[in-house]
T-cell receptor, first 111, second 112 residues
Framework: QKEVEQDPGPLSVPEGAIVSLNCTYS??????FMWYRQYSRKGPELLMY????GNKEDGRFTAQVDKSSKYISLFIRDSQPSDSATYLC???????????FGIGTKLQVIP | SQTIHQWPATLVQPVGSPLSLECTVE??????LYWYRQAAGRGLQLLFY??????ISSEVPQNLSASRPQDRQFILSSKKLLLSDSGFYLC???????????FGEGSRLTVL
């Protein structure tokens, strides 16, 4: 079983749609849950960061963590063409050694 | 604020040639530094990380090496490149505790 599972897509949605991106994980030691956004030919940028189960909202973005199901989600409301990018989930068990990334989901928002 | 610089942005190298990619961080001291590789269709693969000058940990045995000659400088090297070394190389620095990473713009390497 892979440590992190993420559907690579691509996912195409019309402008204004609600987007749901998901990852599952198997490592119970993961304590920190992150979402990165990566535009084509650029480095990933940290988008959302959460520590505990529950929801965290930042503007149009909501990160959701369900530790009991080992499942995290990122919701994008009122999606815009500028949201077109690859979204990577990431996990850390604490400390500096390793951040484990999903393969990334490519999202295209069509005007 | 902290910034991270990575160069060169793009390079094409023949098989068997040497490689040197450089990364510097500004606006923070004693950062944790990382080299990742991102190959097409694959996730981010951690290659090396460093918690201080001269302290390098390797995650994947391979044709590459890393060095940290100064606090905020991280270098990725190879003596002889292989075709399989092609990819997108990303330098990152991290906050001490939680695993948040901040990436540079990346270096795209093509080995022919």
């Amino acid at each position: 079983q892979k440590e992190v599972e993420q559907d690579p897509g691509p996912l195409s949605v019309p402008e204004g749609a609600i987007v749901s991106l998901n990852c599952t994980y198997s490592n119970s030691a993961f304590q920190y849950f992150m979402w990165y956004r990566q535009y084509s030919r650029k480095g990933p940028e940290l988008l959302m960061y959460t520590y505990s189960s529950g929801n965290k909202e930042d503007g149009r973005f909501t990160a959701q963590v369900d530790k009991s199901s080992k499942y995290i989600s990122l919701f994008i409301r009122d999606s815009q063409p500028s949201d077109s990018a690859t979204y990577l989930c990431a996990f850390n068990s604490g400390g500096y050694q390793k951040v484990t990334f999903g393969i990334g989901t490519k999202l295209q928002v069509i005007p | 604020s902290q910034t991270i610089h990575q160069w060169p942005a793009t390079l094409v190298q023949p098989v068997g040639s040497p490689l040197s990619l450089e990364c510097t961080v500004e606006g923070t001291s004693n950062p944790n530094l990382y080299w990742y590789r991102q190959a097409a269709g694959r996730g981010l693969q951690l290659l090396f990380y460093s918690v201080g000058i001269g302290q390098i940990s390797s995650e994947v045995p391979q044709n590459l090496s890393a060095s940290r000659p100064q606090d905020r400088q991280f270098i990725l090297s190879s003596k002889k490149l292989l075709l399989s070394d092609s990819g997108f190389y990303l330098c990152a620095w991290g906050a001490l505790s939680a695993g948040e990473l901040f990436f540079g713009e990346g270096s795209r390497l093509t080995v022919l």
